[in-house]
């Protein structure tokens, strides 16, 4: 082989053209070239990691204690800010300024971050798994289950969505459930109950187009067990579109938490140092709102982050959309 | 066809009684009942709490309550029976005395046309929102195509993004910052909803999301339709440009954004409770929010069927434009 590579001979020439010179990539490995090739899914990725280490060392990195009522320095507007409607000028030590009971909003807004994020991660991963598994079995099994899913299906689709996380955070808020981690255990219960159909649906039908495929045909033709051509010759290949559901029902889930959030049915503001879910963006809306004539800049702020963090999702979603499935490039 | 939009019709009526069902339930398990005041008020008593739960029923068995709001039941004090939401009939509300919830959302003040009913307000939004969403959103989506990779097709896909991607409620506080607080263009929480340029500021951001989906569509289907063979036979007959993007090009690219609006017209109705909130505005997302925070059962239950009839509406509504626009369209399960 090294002699052959390295002599001149034409023969030589023409036979290293048959080789495949650059290392071999499986799929995902050369959707994930494509992924960092995409300037806008990159930034989306950093913003993304970003608010992670954020979330993870809000008590590091905080300036203030966000729970500390900071007397004589409350409503404060951000440090830009020379004079206020109420005649307060901002502060530099509270660069986005205090709420109505001289907390750090800066401070607040970090330790927020920490809900977005687990809200963003932790029920998709529960719609994935348990989506992925019944789209799968109803897809290929068919009969009553297939059926029972698409009933369900058509009364999710049926009930806007808002409307039923509103009814059950409000009936439930108050049971055992709902007072789990402040509130927000029955928010992603709520969330996945609603959401996993999506994952379930596309599922089924990337295996009803697989099923018949040759590759199928000729895994069932050397006596292929059911569960083998299931997770080793249909879930493998519809993994694409599994990841881009999963990348693309995150910014909803933040969105909604921050919707719920905003009217007062999202997370419980804690009062306890020990919570690690001290507050949510939503809830600091919520908070912010009471000031919006005279005090908007309080919603600045958390404003920017859902902002932010939803943008970077979208953003990393459709990149990954173009790399998992270049026949898609452009037409959304 | 007509066997399958017959099919989805009739597909309505049990989709309404789960959701009526499920939304019965969920209330009735809510902590607090109607007659709670917030904690600062004086509470109702409890003898006067029991006449008025044998008044409105609420001391029966749930089935029979939630059978009695379906189709109907004896009135306990006049003992004539009352027709109940297969007629239409919502049943009273719980905190406005003397209304019933159909009157408070649909009944307009005296003198004053249906438009301006709770219901009529939140139409009148919802159609503004649309209508801004469609003059703005579908000629960014054409001159993006036309001008594609230039930085004006980049602004529009930026602004598109933001506006499919962050929720409208946060749209809005970045609006009430700039127009509001710092320009002082507009009031937030007007006085009066007679004039029209206090609409312009919650119209806009209602739409807003219509509006970017609109433009994404749009730019997405020109982009599609300026190869086809047709428009180059346009050109190669000698059409004139302007003749070809219009009649050609735009037409044709409007078919799947039509399409869509339907449901976004739906989620305009239904999604606006938060901007009508946020604004004071006098419509029915306001009367939801409301009535959530008073527990006003029938109140929730009305408004939450109405917003889930119309959203089945607008989703069967995809299925008619569909095959009025494109006639190779035929509908088979």
């Not at chain 2, 991607?165 to 006085?191: C, G, K």
């Not at chain 2, 007679?194 to 999301?209: A, K, Q, R, S």
């Not at chain 2, 239950?301 to 190779?328: E, H, K, Q």
């Amino acid at each position: 082989m090294e002699e052959q590579a390295t002599s001149t001979t034409p023969a030589a020439n023409v036979a290293s053209l048959n080789e495949i010179s650059t290392p071999r990539r499986d799929l995902l490995a050369d959707a994930w070239y494509r992924l960092t090739k995409n300037k806008g899914a990159v930034a989306g990725m950093i913003v993304i990691a970003l608010f992670i280490l954020v979330a993870i060392f809000a008590d590091k990195i905080s300036p203030h204690n966000p729970l500390q009522l900071n007397s004589g320095f409350d409503y404060l507007p951000p440090f830009w800010v020379k004079e206020n409607a109420a005649g307060h000028a901002g502060n530099p030590n509270f660069i986005f300024g205090t709420d109505t009971l001289g907390r750090d909003v800066l401070s607040r807004t970090l330790y927020g971050a920490r809900v977005s994020m687990v809200v963003g991660i932790f029920p998709t991963a529960i719609i994935l798994l348990v989506g992925t598994f019944i789209g799968l079995y109803s897809g290929y099994k068919g009969g009553w289950i297939d059926n029972l899913l698409m009933r369900f299906t058509d009364v999710v689709y049926a009930f806007p969505d808002l409307l039923f996380f509103i009814i059950v955070m409000i009936s439930l808020r108050d049971t055992v459930i709902g007072k789990m981690l402040n509130g927000l255990f029955l928010l992603f219960l709520a969330l996945a109950i609603v959401n996993w159909v999506g994952v379930a649906r596309i599922v089924r039908g990337q295996v009803l187009s697989l099923r018949e495929k040759e590759f199928v045909e000729a895994a069932r033709a050397i006596g292929a067990s059911n569960r083998r051509i299931m997770f080793k010759h249909i879930l493998p290949n519809s993994l694409g579109p599994i990841i881009i559901t999963a990348a693309t029902t995150v910014p909803g889930m933040i969105i909604t938490e921050a919707i719920l959030g905003y009217l007062g049915l999202g997370l419980r503001p804690s009062t306890n140092p020990q919570d690690f879910f001290l507050t949510s963006w939503g809830a600091l809306l919520l908070d912010g709102q009471t000031a919006i004539n005279t005090q908007p800049w309080a919603l600045l702020f958390p404003a920017i982050c859902v902002s932010l963090v939803v943008l970077a999702f979208t953003f990393l979603g459709d990149g990954l959309r173009d790399a998992l499935d270049p026949r898609l490039q452009g037409t959304q | 066809m007509t066997g399958y939009l017959a099919k989805r019709l009739l597909w309505l009526i049990p989709v309404i009684f789960i959701v009526a069902g499920l939304t019965f339930i969920l209330m009735h398990n809510a902590p607090g009942g109607p007659w709670d005041r917030d904690l600062n008020a004086r509470q109702v008593d409890p003898t006067a709490q029991k006449l008025l739960n044998e008044y409105y029923g609420l001391n029966k068995p749930l089935v029979n309550q939630f059978t009695s709001y379906l189709i109907g039941g004896t009135n306990t004090t006049t003992h004539k029976w009352v027709c109940g939401l297969i007629c239409g009939n919502m049943g009273p509300s719980y905190r406005i005395r003397g209304m019933s919830v159909q009157q408070y959302l649909f009944k307009p003040p005296t003198n004053r046309n249906f438009f301006y009913s709770k219901f009529g307000y939140s139409i009148r939004l919802a159609f503004l929102a649309l209508g801004i969403a469609i003059l703005v959103g579908l000629p960014m989506g054409v001159i993006s195509a036309l001008k594609q990779n230039t930085w004006i097709d980049y602004i529009n896909l930026f602004v598109a993004t933001v506006g499919i991607s962050v929720p409208n409620f946060v749209i809005a506080i970045f609006l009430i910052i700039i127009f509001a607080s710092t320009l002082h263009w507009v009031s937030i929480v007007p006085t009066s909803w007679d004039e029209l340029n206090v609409w312009i500021l919650p119209g806009l951001v209602l739409g807003f999301g219509v509006l970017a989906r609109t433009a994404r569509l749009s730019r997405a289907t020109m982009l599609e339709v300026m190869r086809m063979d047709y428009v180059r036979t346009a050109r190669a007959k000698g059409l004139t440009e302007r003749v070809v993007v219009v009649r050609h090009m735009i037409q044709n690219a409007m078919i799947p954004v039509v399409t869509f609006l339907g449901p976004a017209l739906a989620g305009l109705i239904t999604g606006s409770f938060i901007i009508e909130t946020m604004f004071g505005f006098p419509g029915m997302g306001r009367a939801y929010v409301t009535a959530i925070s008073q527990r006003d059962y029938s109140m929730i239950m009305g408004t939450t069927l109405i917003y889930a009839v119309l959203v089945a509406i607008a989703n069967l509504s995809v299925d008619f434009v569909y095959v009025l626009l494109d006639p190779r369209i035929k509908l088979t399960e």
